[in-house]
């Protein structure tokens, strides 16, 4: 069984595999005229021998008639003969699959899902890479109880100054250290907490003690929840006087 398909410019017939109709989806290009068609369009099947008749009958025409242009493919096949048993073995046209409404809204709604989820799970890095969508993803986050939390990057973090002295004005009398932390970042930053160690005059430990951002706002009615890109903070912690007889410290940033 062989297969023909018809040039819809030019009406030439042509001979074409299975291998040819698959390469891209039966688009072929008329070597006569150089027309792009599919040749699922005007596709037929037909015996070895009807061809080799055919080419007999074109060889015999082709005698009598040397005039008469012809445009074969196949050695001795003309038009006319192409189309004989048309009728018997034309194919349609491959039909185009149409499109489920149904298939398209459970794409779409699975879409949704699994945007909802990445936003979920990357939320912080979201909120880092664009500060305009915070506002969005804490309602978001309300929604689903939960928060979108900031970075934590130490490196950016300095302390650009800091003191440990007494308060002879309180009493009982207590000491108090002060420092002021900055964020070289372009992102706003959690705050750190910050370990405090006490030593002696060998640079001994005496003892240390970790402060959380609760522990040095304690107190205050508007507490910040992060360091802004760039910014400073002044934090102060009130220590009771002990009998550890401390007379230098140490003062480390970190996130638990």
Not at 93 to 100: D, E, R, T, Y
Not at 198 to 213: G, Y
């Amino acid at each position: 069984m062989a297969l023909v398909t018809l040039c819809p410019e030019c009406r030439t017939s042509f001979r074409v595999t299975s291998i040819q109709l698959k390469a891209h989806d039966g688009d072929v290009r008329c070597g006569h005229c150089h027309q792009v068609f599919n040749s699922f369009a005007s596709l037929i099947a037909m015996e070895a021998s009807e061809i080799s008749n055919a080419s007999k009958g074109v060889d015999s025409e082709r005698r009598r008639s040397s005039h008469e242009a012809t445009s074969p493919v196949l050695p001795g096949w003309n038009q006319k003969e192409a189309q004989r048993p048309a009728s018997e073995y034309y194919f349609e046209a491959k039909p185009q699959p149409k499109s489920n409404p149904l298939w398209i809204i459970a794409n779409l709604v699975l879409l949704l899902v699994l945007t909802g989820q990445a936003v979920y799970f990357y939320r912080a890095e979201i909120s880092v890479t664009s500060p305009g969508m915070r506002l969005f993803l804490e309602r978001y986050c309300v929604m689903l109880h939960c928060t979108v939390p900031y970075p934590q990057d130490i490196t950016q973090l300095s302390i650009e100054s800091s003191d440990l002295r007494e308060n002879p004005a309180h009493q009982p009398k207590i000491t108090t250290m002060t420092a002021i932390l900055r964020n070289h970042a372009s992102f706003p930053l959690a705050l750190p907490a910050l370990k405090l160690s006490l030593t002696d005059n060998q640079d001994q430990l005496l003892a240390s003690r970790i402060f959380t951002a609760d522990d040095y706002f304690s107190g205050e009615t508007n507490l910040i929840q992060a360091i802004a890109p760039n910014h400073e903070i002044e934090i102060r912690i009130d220590l009771e006087r002990s009998e550890l007889n401390a007379t230098g410290y140490r003062l480390l940033l970190l996130y638990p």
